[in-house]
Protein backbone atom coordinates (compact mmCIF):
# COMPACT_ATOMS: atom_id res chain seq x y z
CA UNK A 1 0.00 0.00 0.00
CA UNK A 2 1.36 3.62 -0.68
CA UNK A 3 2.35 5.50 2.37
CA UNK A 4 0.27 8.71 2.56
CA UNK A 5 2.06 11.34 3.50
CA UNK A 6 0.84 14.18 5.90
CA UNK A 7 -0.64 17.25 3.90
CA UNK A 8 -1.48 20.67 5.27
CA UNK A 9 -4.08 22.29 3.30
CA UNK A 10 -3.81 26.35 3.52
CA UNK A 11 -5.66 29.06 2.90
CA UNK A 12 -5.55 32.83 3.50
CA UNK A 13 -8.51 34.49 4.70
CA UNK A 14 -9.24 38.47 4.54
CA UNK A 15 -13.23 39.33 5.24
CA UNK A 16 -14.46 36.25 3.73
CA UNK A 17 -16.91 34.94 5.66
CA UNK A 18 -19.67 34.63 2.53
CA UNK A 19 -17.16 31.77 1.06
CA UNK A 20 -15.57 30.71 4.02
CA UNK A 21 -17.42 28.05 4.56
CA UNK A 22 -18.46 26.86 2.09
CA UNK A 23 -14.81 26.50 1.04
CA UNK A 24 -13.99 24.69 4.55
CA UNK A 25 -17.02 22.28 4.01
CA UNK A 26 -15.27 21.21 1.01
CA UNK A 27 -12.03 20.40 1.94
CA UNK A 28 -12.60 18.54 4.96
CA UNK A 29 -15.02 16.39 2.71
CA UNK A 30 -11.88 15.68 1.03
CA UNK A 31 -10.98 11.56 0.71
CA UNK A 32 -7.22 11.91 1.44
CA UNK A 33 -6.99 10.23 4.82
CA UNK A 34 -3.75 12.35 6.08
CA UNK A 35 -4.24 16.39 5.97
CA UNK A 36 -4.77 19.06 8.71
CA UNK A 37 -6.37 22.21 7.43
CA UNK A 38 -5.05 25.77 8.14
CA UNK A 39 -6.79 29.08 7.70
CA UNK A 40 -4.32 32.54 7.96
CA UNK A 41 -6.75 35.24 8.83
CA UNK A 42 -4.86 38.26 7.72
CA UNK A 43 -6.59 40.75 10.20
CA UNK A 44 -10.30 40.28 8.88
CA UNK A 45 -13.39 42.90 10.46
CA UNK A 46 -16.12 40.76 9.86
CA UNK A 47 -16.93 37.34 11.64
CA UNK A 48 -14.30 34.79 9.89
CA UNK A 49 -12.91 33.88 12.54
CA UNK A 50 -15.51 33.68 14.99
CA UNK A 51 -17.35 31.20 11.81
CA UNK A 52 -14.26 29.02 12.00
CA UNK A 53 -14.31 28.63 16.04
CA UNK A 54 -17.75 28.27 16.22
CA UNK A 55 -18.28 25.64 12.49
CA UNK A 56 -14.86 24.13 12.01
CA UNK A 57 -13.18 23.59 15.57
CA UNK A 58 -10.90 21.05 14.15
CA UNK A 59 -9.29 23.60 11.83
CA UNK A 60 -6.32 25.37 12.61
CA UNK A 61 -6.68 29.10 12.64
CA UNK A 62 -3.27 31.31 12.55
CA UNK A 63 -4.35 34.97 13.44
CA UNK A 64 -2.42 37.89 11.84
CA UNK A 65 -3.16 41.16 13.67
CA UNK A 66 -3.55 43.22 10.65
CA UNK A 67 -3.49 42.13 6.63
CA UNK A 68 -0.18 41.48 5.73
CA UNK A 69 -0.26 40.50 2.15
CA UNK A 70 -1.03 37.34 0.06
CA UNK A 71 2.66 36.31 0.64
CA UNK A 72 3.50 37.45 4.52
CA UNK A 73 0.15 36.12 5.18
CA UNK A 74 0.67 32.45 3.32
CA UNK A 75 4.45 32.63 4.98
CA UNK A 76 3.05 32.26 8.11
CA UNK A 77 0.82 29.28 7.43
CA UNK A 78 3.44 27.42 5.61
CA UNK A 79 5.95 28.21 8.57
CA UNK A 80 3.21 26.49 10.39
CA UNK A 81 2.88 23.63 8.75
CA UNK A 82 6.43 23.10 8.43
CA UNK A 83 6.91 22.84 12.13
CA UNK A 84 4.00 20.41 12.17
CA UNK A 85 5.29 17.80 9.84
CA UNK A 86 3.88 18.47 6.70
CA UNK A 87 5.40 16.74 3.63
CA UNK A 88 3.30 18.74 1.19
CA UNK A 89 1.12 21.72 1.38
CA UNK A 90 -1.89 22.23 -0.48
CA UNK A 91 -2.34 25.93 -1.18
CA UNK A 92 -5.93 27.00 -2.23
CA UNK A 93 -8.12 30.12 -2.00
CA UNK A 94 -10.59 30.80 -0.20
CA UNK A 95 -13.04 31.98 -2.43
CA UNK A 96 -13.11 28.21 -4.21
CA UNK A 97 -14.64 24.35 -3.74
CA UNK A 98 -12.58 21.57 -4.04
CA UNK A 99 -13.57 18.28 -5.48
CA UNK A 100 -13.08 15.22 -2.74
CA UNK A 101 -10.78 13.32 -4.89
CA UNK A 102 -8.53 16.50 -5.52
CA UNK A 103 -5.75 16.05 -3.00
CA UNK A 104 -5.55 12.34 -3.57
CA UNK A 105 -5.12 12.93 -7.44
CA UNK A 106 -2.23 15.70 -6.58
CA UNK A 107 -0.50 13.97 -4.22
CA UNK A 108 -0.49 10.91 -6.56
CA UNK A 109 1.82 12.78 -9.50
CA UNK A 110 4.07 14.26 -6.88
CA UNK A 111 5.34 11.03 -5.44
CA UNK A 112 5.46 10.20 -8.76
CA UNK A 113 7.60 12.71 -9.85
CA UNK A 114 10.94 13.33 -7.65
CA UNK A 115 11.44 16.81 -9.18
CA UNK A 116 7.81 17.60 -8.95
CA UNK A 117 7.64 20.61 -6.97
CA UNK A 118 4.22 22.17 -7.61
CA UNK A 119 1.18 20.26 -9.13
CA UNK A 120 -2.06 21.59 -10.10
CA UNK A 121 -5.24 20.18 -11.85
CA UNK A 122 -8.70 22.06 -13.18
CA UNK A 123 -9.57 25.18 -12.24
CA UNK A 124 -13.35 25.88 -13.37
CA UNK A 125 -15.17 29.09 -13.06
CA UNK A 126 -17.65 28.78 -10.25
CA UNK A 127 -20.43 31.01 -11.71
CA UNK A 128 -19.77 28.48 -14.65
CA UNK A 129 -19.12 25.16 -13.59
CA UNK A 130 -17.75 23.20 -16.15
CA UNK A 131 -15.85 26.58 -18.04
CA UNK A 132 -12.17 26.31 -17.70
CA UNK A 133 -10.54 28.90 -16.08
CA UNK A 134 -6.57 27.36 -15.70
CA UNK A 135 -5.26 24.46 -16.27
CA UNK A 136 -2.13 25.70 -16.24
CA UNK A 137 0.02 28.88 -17.92
CA UNK A 138 1.97 29.12 -21.47
CA UNK A 139 5.04 30.21 -21.80
CA UNK A 140 4.91 34.17 -23.22
CA UNK A 141 8.09 35.33 -25.21
CA UNK A 142 7.95 39.00 -23.69
CA UNK A 143 5.94 38.44 -19.96
CA UNK A 144 7.41 34.92 -19.53
CA UNK A 145 4.67 34.10 -17.34
CA UNK A 146 2.14 33.81 -19.80
CA UNK A 147 -1.90 33.63 -20.50
CA UNK A 148 -3.56 31.08 -19.10
CA UNK A 149 -4.23 27.17 -20.61
CA UNK A 150 -8.02 26.45 -21.21
CA UNK A 151 -9.48 30.07 -20.10
CA UNK A 152 -12.62 30.53 -20.94
CA UNK A 153 -12.80 26.99 -22.49
CA UNK A 154 -15.78 24.12 -21.62
CA UNK A 155 -14.70 21.64 -20.46
CA UNK A 156 -15.53 18.86 -23.10
CA UNK A 157 -12.54 16.50 -22.04
CA UNK A 158 -9.40 18.21 -24.48
CA UNK A 159 -6.95 18.61 -21.25
CA UNK A 160 -7.46 14.64 -20.01
CA UNK A 161 -3.60 13.78 -19.94
CA UNK A 162 -1.16 14.35 -16.64
CA UNK A 163 1.65 16.83 -18.17
CA UNK A 164 4.18 18.94 -17.55
CA UNK A 165 3.84 22.82 -17.87
CA UNK A 166 5.87 25.93 -17.76
CA UNK A 167 3.90 27.91 -15.16
CA UNK A 168 0.98 27.47 -12.84
CA UNK A 169 -1.43 29.75 -11.33
CA UNK A 170 -1.54 29.00 -7.56
CA UNK A 171 -5.54 29.17 -7.01
CA UNK A 172 -4.58 25.35 -6.03
CA UNK A 173 -1.53 24.30 -6.11
CA UNK A 174 0.79 21.47 -4.11
CA UNK A 175 3.81 22.65 -2.71
CA UNK A 176 6.50 19.99 -2.23
CA UNK A 177 8.02 20.07 1.53
CA UNK A 178 12.12 19.15 -0.07
CA UNK A 179 11.49 22.16 -2.44
CA UNK A 180 10.66 24.40 0.44
CA UNK A 181 13.37 23.25 2.57
CA UNK A 182 15.69 24.58 -0.25
CA UNK A 183 13.90 27.44 -1.85
CA UNK A 184 12.30 28.92 0.98
CA UNK A 185 8.32 30.31 0.09
CA UNK A 186 7.01 33.27 -0.98
CA UNK A 187 9.23 36.62 -1.53
CA UNK A 188 7.61 38.92 1.04
CA UNK A 189 8.45 41.79 -1.45
CA UNK A 190 5.13 40.88 -3.01
CA UNK A 191 1.78 42.18 -1.26
CA UNK A 192 -0.58 41.06 -4.33
CA UNK A 193 0.05 39.32 -7.44
CA UNK A 194 2.27 37.27 -9.07
CA UNK A 195 4.08 35.86 -5.44
CA UNK A 196 3.58 32.32 -7.29
CA UNK A 197 5.43 33.64 -10.82
CA UNK A 198 8.47 34.22 -8.38
CA UNK A 199 8.46 31.42 -6.85
CA UNK A 200 7.91 29.37 -9.36
CA UNK A 201 10.79 31.13 -11.32
CA UNK A 202 13.08 30.75 -8.14
CA UNK A 203 12.33 26.98 -8.40
CA UNK A 204 12.88 26.34 -12.24
CA UNK A 205 16.56 27.68 -11.83
CA UNK A 206 17.23 24.88 -9.25
CA UNK A 207 15.47 22.44 -11.40
CA UNK A 208 11.97 21.63 -9.99
CA UNK A 209 9.23 21.08 -12.14
CA UNK A 210 5.84 21.73 -12.35
CA UNK A 211 2.70 19.14 -13.05
CA UNK A 212 -0.55 19.12 -14.20
CA UNK A 213 -3.48 16.32 -13.32
CA UNK A 214 -7.02 16.31 -15.04
CA UNK A 215 -8.18 14.34 -11.71
CA UNK A 216 -7.91 17.36 -9.17
CA UNK A 217 -10.75 19.86 -9.99
CA UNK A 218 -11.53 23.20 -8.06
CA UNK A 219 -14.38 25.82 -8.60
CA UNK A 220 -13.27 29.22 -7.82
CA UNK A 221 -15.42 32.34 -7.37
CA UNK A 222 -12.15 34.57 -8.56
CA UNK A 223 -10.58 37.63 -6.74
CA UNK A 224 -13.62 37.80 -4.73
CA UNK A 225 -10.85 39.25 -1.74
CA UNK A 226 -9.70 42.03 -4.43
CA UNK A 227 -13.47 43.02 -5.78
CA UNK A 228 -14.21 40.95 -8.26
CA UNK A 229 -12.33 40.25 -11.63
CA UNK A 230 -11.34 43.69 -13.20
CA UNK A 231 -11.29 45.84 -10.06
CA UNK A 232 -8.19 48.39 -9.84
CA UNK A 233 -6.49 46.88 -7.19
CA UNK A 234 -5.79 43.71 -8.65
CA UNK A 235 -5.07 45.43 -11.93
CA UNK A 236 -2.27 47.30 -10.31
CA UNK A 237 -0.65 44.67 -8.56
CA UNK A 238 -1.18 42.73 -11.77
CA UNK A 239 1.27 45.25 -13.43
CA UNK A 240 3.67 46.58 -10.28
CA UNK A 241 4.38 42.95 -9.29
CA UNK A 242 4.66 41.15 -12.70
CA UNK A 243 7.63 43.74 -13.19
CA UNK A 244 8.80 42.89 -9.56
CA UNK A 245 9.42 39.21 -10.24
CA UNK A 246 10.75 40.31 -14.14
CA UNK A 247 12.82 42.37 -12.22
CA UNK A 248 14.18 39.98 -9.87
CA UNK A 249 14.44 36.46 -12.10
CA UNK A 250 14.56 37.08 -15.69
CA UNK A 251 17.90 38.48 -16.91
CA UNK A 252 18.32 41.77 -17.96
CA UNK A 253 17.70 41.30 -21.75
CA UNK A 254 14.35 39.75 -21.15
CA UNK A 255 13.79 42.59 -18.36
CA UNK A 256 13.96 45.35 -20.19
CA UNK A 257 11.85 43.71 -23.42
CA UNK A 258 9.20 42.87 -20.81
CA UNK A 259 9.61 46.85 -19.21
CA UNK A 260 9.42 49.21 -22.49
CA UNK A 261 6.48 46.75 -24.05
CA UNK A 262 4.12 46.94 -21.43
CA UNK A 263 4.93 50.85 -20.66
CA UNK A 264 4.19 51.12 -23.90
CA UNK A 265 0.71 48.57 -23.84
CA UNK A 266 -0.60 50.42 -20.55
CA UNK A 267 0.54 53.69 -21.15
CA UNK A 268 -1.69 53.36 -24.78
CA UNK A 269 -4.65 52.02 -23.03
CA UNK A 270 -4.87 54.70 -20.74
CA UNK A 271 -5.01 57.54 -23.48
CA UNK A 272 -7.19 55.07 -25.57
CA UNK A 273 -9.70 54.91 -22.40
CA UNK A 274 -9.34 58.40 -21.67
CA UNK A 275 -10.78 59.22 -25.23
CA UNK A 276 -13.43 56.84 -25.11
CA UNK A 277 -14.32 58.19 -22.25
CA UNK A 278 -15.37 55.50 -20.47
CA UNK A 279 -15.96 55.36 -16.89
CA UNK A 280 -15.83 51.29 -16.60
CA UNK A 281 -12.54 51.07 -19.06
CA UNK A 282 -11.04 54.39 -17.69
CA UNK A 283 -10.37 52.68 -14.02
CA UNK A 284 -8.65 49.31 -14.65
CA UNK A 285 -6.22 50.94 -17.22
CA UNK A 286 -5.40 54.29 -14.57
CA UNK A 287 -4.75 51.33 -12.16
CA UNK A 288 -2.58 49.70 -14.76
CA UNK A 289 -0.45 52.54 -15.85
CA UNK A 290 0.09 53.10 -12.46
CA UNK A 291 1.15 49.85 -11.23
CA UNK A 292 3.95 50.08 -14.48
CA UNK A 293 5.02 53.53 -12.92
CA UNK A 294 4.84 52.22 -9.11
CA UNK A 295 7.25 49.07 -10.30
CA UNK A 296 9.43 51.59 -11.85
CA UNK A 297 9.80 53.61 -8.45
CA UNK A 298 10.52 49.85 -7.07
CA UNK A 299 13.44 49.48 -9.46
CA UNK A 300 15.29 52.66 -7.53
CA UNK A 301 13.57 52.17 -4.47
CA UNK A 302 13.35 48.26 -4.00
CA UNK A 303 10.94 48.52 -1.00
CA UNK A 304 8.36 45.71 -0.53
CA UNK A 305 4.71 46.91 -1.12
CA UNK A 306 3.17 46.98 2.30
CA UNK A 307 -0.92 47.61 1.38
CA UNK A 308 -2.88 49.00 -1.27
CA UNK A 309 -1.78 52.72 -2.65
CA UNK A 310 -4.65 55.58 -1.35
CA UNK A 311 -4.75 56.16 -5.06
CA UNK A 312 -6.25 53.09 -5.94
CA UNK A 313 -8.64 53.07 -3.28
CA UNK A 314 -9.76 56.47 -3.97
CA UNK A 315 -10.08 55.26 -7.89
CA UNK A 316 -12.10 52.00 -6.90
Excluded at 5 to 29: F, Q
Excluded at 59 to 69: F, K, Y
Aim: glycine fraction near 8%; charged fraction near 20%; charge should be positive.
Amino acid sequence: MTRKPKVAVITLNWNGERWLGDCLSSVLAMDYPNFEVVVVDNGSTDRSVELIRDKFPHVHLVEMSSNLGYARGFNAGLEYAAAHGAEYFLIMNNDTVIDKAALSALVAIAQSQPKAGFVTGKIYYFDHPDILQTVGKKEDHVRWNGDHIGLGEKDIGQYETVEERIFLDDVMTLVSRKMYDILGSYNPQFFLQCEEFDWQARAKKKGWRFYYTPKAKLWHRVSMSMGGEGNPIGRYFDIRSHMVAMAQNAGIRRFLRYYFWTGFKVTGSFFKGLLQFNPAKIKPRLARWLGFVGGTFWLIHRRPATGVPCIIRWII
